[in-house]
């Protein structure tokens, strides 16, 4: 069974330049999340799907990231424009969504460098 | 508060040895614990979830949760070089909301 498909792996831009990140979930996994991961952290989500329905944005920062699940699998998430600060691993995740062992993989991630 | 602290570490143990990985967590009703592994450069991988209270055996690998105390473990018994990575503790909260830990590192010594 194939694993969470993330796109670009890596990408650089210069600040101020919009950005997309796109990611294709697990088969069958209704629930999908957005993390930002900065070096020595734990991911930090940024958004949670359920389906099509964004059912936990509270730490999207909305003036500049957006993102879509608009068929309820793939997502793509966006920052315009890209700030120095946003340079970071944003990472995909995907879980069935139900039950009380439900449980988050992991895609590749994409390494985002803001000069 | 955080929802979910881990020591940084660094945590270094020779080769051979048992490394213990611990966090705790501030929701008392979150039902569901992870450990997660990751490599520099990597994503996390999971390598073992606890639901209920005591240990959990996989392999080299025992997960310990005591929700009385809020707290779980990961011990690697006979740690390996390839071991070395940083540990993320993960809770799913009564608001069915993941959290993570900020990791620690583990480094097996040869």
């Known amino acids: 069974e194939a694993g969470v498909v993330q796109s670009p792996r890596y990408k650089i831009i210069e600040k101020k330049q919009p950005v997309a990140f796109w990611c294709n979930p697990i088969?069958?996994?209704?629930?999908l999340y957005w993390y930002l991961q900065n070096l020595g952290q734990g991911p930090e989500l940024l958004i949670r799907y359920e389906n099509e329905e964004a059912v936990d944005d509270s730490q999207l920062p909305k003036d500049r990231f957006s993102a879509e699940r608009l068929k309820g699998v793939d997502s793509t998430l966006k920052i315009q424009p890209a700030e120095l600060g946003d340079s970071a691993v944003y990472l995909c995740?995907?879980?069935?969504?139900?039950?009380?062992?439900?449980?988050?993989?992991f895609g590749p991630g994409t390494r985002l460098t803001v000069l | 508060q955080k929802e979910v602290e881990q020591n940084s570490g660094p945590l270094s143990v020779p080769e051979g040895a048992i490394a213990s990985l611990n966090c705790t967590y501030s929701d008392r009703g979150s039902q569901s614990f992870f450990w997660y592994r990751q490599y520099s450069g990597k994503s996390p991988e999971l390598i073992m979830s606890i639901y209920s209270n005591g240990d959990k055996e996989d392999g080299r690998f025992t997960a310990q949760l005591n929700k009385a105390s809020q707290y779980v473990s990961l011990l690697i018994r006979d740690s390996q070089p390839s071991d070395s990575a940083t540990y993320l503790c993960?809770?799913?909260?009564?608001?069915?909301?993941?959290?993570f830990g900020t990791g620690t590192s583990l480094t097996v010594i040869p």
């Open positions: 995740a995907s879980s069935l969504g139900w039950g009380n062992t439900d449980t988050q993989y």
């Open positions: 088969s069958g996994h209704n629930t």
């Open positions: 993960a809770v799913r909260n009564t608001g069915n909301q993941f959290y």
